[in-house]
């Protein structure tokens, strides 16, 4: 008997949620389930995360969280509750299969068979915004190398572990080089220990679009957060509904199992939603709890409904399907073929999965020597005219520290800028040391003391380091 924890959550989450249980529960899953609640009443009653620490408690004693889908208040100052259970349980992991169900639901691509494993915890969804000036707001995009290693590493390991031959690695290094070019730089080095697994690597826009025309290319695609994220609602879609995808959220300690879609209140108490995201996320949770054997009952009868046309409103196509069900009705049916397997769509079979996949700690690398070679001072200034800026900030110059370019959103419009460059408020001053000079930040307090002096408004700083000699920084766009 395992111990979950459960939340019900908001809109269609409680029908749904009931409907995936009362099917588990008749194939004979071996759990204990103690419920929590999350989300929207939380929120309005005072708790701007969504959850209390009572209920953070227990998830954490149980390790094992099925979760419906929940509602987020809209408005400032709440924070998502599916990032911070993420990050604040190390899901560092995503997983989201997508398999088209043809001919029984429509899809444009019959013979899709793919697994998103997205990065969970970092990227752009690290959350860190900030406004810096009147025109100009930042969203910090971080990228780990030990969040790298984990989740590549876990890409080809479940591909060993579900005799998967090829992971294929999304990224858009051509232009962000030092986030996403590390993410591929790990993916690389990680590839060449699993020499009998076929790897490959995508530029993500170019990616996206042959997921979208030609899915039965690919078998597991491994990427950074927001890009996993946008890709695996495409992947879902295209099956045929997002309705029907499940995800594992997979770390070290805990595991967070759910639906893809989200809790779609307007059709929230009327018996029409359909359960079957939150089913594919419970069978992925039996599976991980070591209940194989429930597991494949309960997806095969789920299959056996879906070719017998048994659906619900969302999937039903007049022609295609034989009969449409209420959210009750079709959680009854999947239950009547328990023990049961569809003859044309491909029944499952976990018994040969059962391999633990090889999931080793993050071993930190030896540290490489790192130099202070510059800093980039962010300006708020409301002029036009990069030479004037220019003409201000070489006063702060030291005979160890030169101005040498100023971008405005990245791109270079100093020195040699084009007067066509539209500029907004916010500017980039580049300042690098003297290739024979060794700097620290003492001369970098002294340049923003020169700064204040000047009236220059700097609203932030990133020191420029160089690490065994390689630059830790991009160069301006056209530089």
Same mark, same amino acid.
């Given at each position: 008997?395992?111990?979950?924890?459960?939340?019900?959550?908001?809109?269609?989450?409680?029908?749904?949620?009931?409907?995936?249980?009362?099917?588990?529960?008749?194939?004979?899953?071996?759990?204990?389930?103690?419920?929590?609640?999350?989300?929207?009443?939380?929120?309005?009653?005072?708790?701007?995360?969504?959850?209390?620490?009572?209920?953070?408690?227990?998830?954490?004693?149980?390790?094992?969280?099925?979760?419906? !889908?929940?509602?987020?208040?809209?408005?400032?100052?709440?924070?998502?509750?599916?990032?911070?259970?993420?990050? /604040?349980?190390?899901?560092?992991?995503?997983?989201? !299969?997508?398999?088209?169900?043809?001919? &029984?639901?429509?899809?444009?691509?019959?013979?899709?068979?793919?697994?998103?494993? *997205?990065?969970?915890?970092?990227?752009?969804?690290?959350?860190?915004?900030?406004?810096? %000036? $009147?025109?100009?707001?930042?969203?910090?995009?971080?990228?780990?190398?030990?969040?790298?290693?984990?989740?590549?590493?876990?890409?080809?390991?479940?591909?060993?572990?579900?005799?998967?031959?090829?992971?294929?690695? &999304?990224?858009?290094?051509?232009?962000?080089?030092?986030?996403?070019?590390?993410?591929?730089?790990?993916?690389?080095?990680?590839?060449?220990?699993?020499?009998?697994?076929?790897?490959?690597?995508?530029?993500? $826009? @170019?990616?996206?679009?042959?997921?979208?025309?030609?899915?039965?290319?690919? $078998?597991?695609?491994?990427?950074?957060?927001?890009? =996993?994220?946008?890709?695996?609602?495409?992947?879902?879609?295209?099956?045929?509904?997002? =309705?029907?995808?499940?995800?594992?959220?997979?770390?070290?300690?805990?595991?967070? /199992?759910?639906? @893809?879609?989200?809790?779609?209140?307007?059709?929230?108490?009327?018996?029409?939603?359909?359960?079957?995201?939150?089913?594919?996320?419970?069978?992925?949770?039996?599976?991980?709890?070591?209940?194989?054997?429930?597991?494949?009952?309960?997806?095969?009868?789920?299959?056996?409904?879906?070719? $017998?046309?048994?659906?619900?409103?969302?999937?039903?196509?007049?022609?295609?399907?034989?009969?449409?069900? =209420?959210?009750?009705?079709?959680?009854? +049916?999947?239950?009547?073929?328990?023990?049961?397997?569809?003859?044309?769509?491909?029944?499952?079979?976990?018994?040969?999965?059962?391999?633990?996949?090889?999931?080793?700690?993050?071993? *930190?690398?030896?540290?490489?020597?790192?130099?202070?070679?510059?800093?980039?001072?962010?300006?708020?200034?409301?002029?036009?005219?990069?030479?004037?800026?220019?003409?201000?900030?070489?006063?702060?110059?030291?005979?160890?520290?030169?101005? %040498?370019?100023? %971008?405005?959103?990245?791109?270079?419009?100093?020195?040699?800028?084009?007067?066509?460059?539209?500029?907004?408020?916010?500017?980039?001053?580049? &300042?690098? +040391?003297?290739?024979?000079?060794? @700097?620290?930040?003492?001369? @970098?307090?002294?340049?923003?003391?020169?700064?204040?002096?000047?009236?220059?408004?700097?609203?932030? %700083?990133?020191?420029?380091?160089? /690490?065994?000699?390689?630059? =830790?920084?991009?160069?301006?766009?056209?530089?």
């Amino acid at each position: 008997m395992t111990k979950i924890t459960v939340a019900k959550g908001d809109g269609i989450g409680p029908e749904i949620m009931d409907a995936t249980l009362e099917i588990i529960l008749a194939a004979g899953a071996q759990i204990e389930i103690e419920e929590i609640e999350v989300g929207e009443k939380v929120y309005l009653a005072g708790n701007s995360s969504g959850i209390s620490s009572a209920s953070w408690e227990t998830i954490r004693r149980n390790k094992v969280f099925l979760k419906a !889908p929940i509602t987020t208040p809209q408005g400032g100052g709440y924070k998502s509750l599916n990032v911070s259970t993420r990050k /604040f349980l190390g899901l560092y992991s995503n997983v989201r !299969p997508c398999t088209s169900l043809h001919p &029984f639901v429509c899809t444009k691509h019959p013979i899709m068979d793919i697994v998103i494993v *997205r990065e969970n915890e970092e990227d752009l969804y690290a959350g860190i915004e900030h406004q810096q %000036t $009147d025109e100009v707001v930042q969203c910090l995009k971080l990228i780990s190398r030990p969040g790298c290693e984990k989740i590549i590493r876990y890409a080809f390991e479940y591909a060993k572990q579900q005799n998967r031959k090829k992971v294929t690695c &999304f990224t858009k290094d051509n232009i962000m080089k030092q986030t996403d070019g590390l993410f591929h730089e790990v993916f690389d080095e990680i590839a060449s220990e699993y020499p009998q697994i076929e790897n490959e690597h995508w530029i993500i $826009d @170019i990616g996206a679009a042959k997921v979208a025309d030609t899915p039965e290319e690919f $078998d597991v695609i491994v990427m950074p957060n927001l890009y =996993g994220d946008v890709v695996s609602d495409i992947a879902a879609q295209i099956t045929g509904s997002v =309705g029907l995808a499940g995800s594992a959220n997979i770390g070290e300690e805990c595991a967070m /199992f759910e639906a @893809i879609h989200g809790s779609a209140p307007l059709i929230a108490r009327k018996n029409v939603a359909n359960p079957s995201g939150l089913l594919q996320g419970a069978v992925m949770m039996l599976n991980h709890i070591g209940q194989t054997e429930v597991a494949e009952k309960v997806q095969n009868a789920w299959l056996k409904t879906i070719e $017998d046309g048994v659906h619900t409103v969302d999937i039903y196509k007049e022609g295609l399907s034989n009969q449409q069900l =209420g959210t009750k009705e079709f959680a009854k +049916a999947v239950m009547a073929n328990l023990g049961q397997q569809p003859t044309i769509l491909k029944p499952v079979s976990y018994s040969n999965n059962n391999a633990a996949l090889n999931l080793p700690k993050y071993k *930190r690398k030896p540290a490489a020597k790192k130099k202070l070679v510059g800093v980039d001072l962010f300006v708020h200034w409301t002029g036009l005219n990069p030479d004037e800026l220019a003409h201000s900030a070489k006063k702060l110059e030291s005979s160890l520290i030169a101005l %040498t370019m100023i %971008t405005n959103r990245g791109i270079k419009v100093w020195p040699e800028g084009f007067k066509e460059t539209f500029c907004t408020d916010h500017w980039r001053c580049r &300042f690098k +040391a003297n290739e024979e000079v060794t @700097i620290n930040n003492a001369h @970098i307090i002294e340049l923003l003391t020169k700064a204040f002096k000047e009236n220059i408004e700097i609203i932030k %700083t990133e020191n420029l380091y160089s /690490f065994d000699g390689k630059a =830790g920084y991009s160069l301006g766009q056209g530089q």
